[in-house]
């Protein structure tokens, strides 16, 4: 049981437009919420992370959007640019469940931004 | 670079065999967690350590076990390979138990 959905295996977007990446997720115990980016042959990259009390996080050209009524959140990269390339991996923690903190990760999407 | 590093970053071994793989966290962080990816899965949680007892297991395999040591290294120890254990491992670190997590590079394993 897949509790952590990214339902686009891949994306394309032109230079200089948004990239759009979604993630959907079951546990209604997941409170913190995770981007990770990956390129291959290296582990991932923390990108940028959002507390189940907030709806919006920002960091540079790089959004996070959490829904909890839909229990989804994306990613929003504006302007994209050639070196966003990657993997890009949600992954989900439930910060209150005692002893068990680990995170729980989407298959991944991947990015390809078309010069 | 993360801070963390992994070794070795390849390993060739045949069925049945036994493996180490060695987890340096960045500095100061007393969290390690193992991670294994197997081929069009998505990083699946193995487990968790925090400043040298287990805090969290995962989807962990009796053949396999870990430990972190007082110098908050961490080794995950893989026995009775078989050939579906070939995937890629990594190692995250963190400074507490819930923070943002710092991944390695990661061991590629191949079982032959």
């Known amino acids: 049981d897949q509790q952590v959905k990214q339902n686009s295996p891949s ?3 032109q230079e200089g437009r948004i990239s759009i990446l979604n993630c959907d997720y079951t ?7 995770l981007w990770y980016k990956k390129y291959p042959a290296e582990g991932p990259t923390f990108l940028i992370s959002i507390s189940s009390i907030k709806d919006k996080n920002e960091d540079g050209r790089f959004t996070v959007f959490l829904n909890k009524s839909a229990k989804h959140l994306s990613l929003h990269i504006v302007p994209s640019q050639p070196g966003d390339s990657a993997v890009y991996f949600c992954a989900a923690s439930a ?3 005692a002893g068990s903190y680990q995170l729980t990760f989407g298959k991944g999407t991947k990015l ?3 010069p | 670079d993360s801070g963390v590093t992994q070794t070795p970053k390849h390993l060739i071994t045949a069925t049945g065999q036994r493996v180490t793989l060695r987890c340096s966290p960045r500095s100061g962080d007393l969290s390690v967690y193992w991670y294994q990816q197997s081929l069009d899965q998505g990083l699946q949680f193995l487990i968790q350590y925090y400043n040298g007892e287990e805090r969290a297991k995962g ?5 396999f076990s870990a430990q972190q040591f007082p110098d908050l290294h961490s080794e995950l120890n893989l ?6 254990d ?3 491992y990594f190692c995250a670190s963190s400074p507490h138990e819930y923070n943002e997590q710092f991944f390695g590079p990661g061991t590629r394993l191949t079982v032959l």
């Open chain 1, 11 to 13: 994306l394309s977007v």
């Open chain 1, 95 to 97: 910060l209150k469940r």
């Open chain 2, 86 to 88: 070939s995937a890629l």
């Open chain 1, 112 to 114: 390809s931004v078309i």
């Open chain 1, 27 to 33: 546990n209604s115990m997941f409170d913190y919420f």
């Open chain 2, 59 to 63: 989807n962990i395999l009796e053949r």
């Open chain 2, 79 to 84: 026995s009775s390979l078989e050939l579906g």
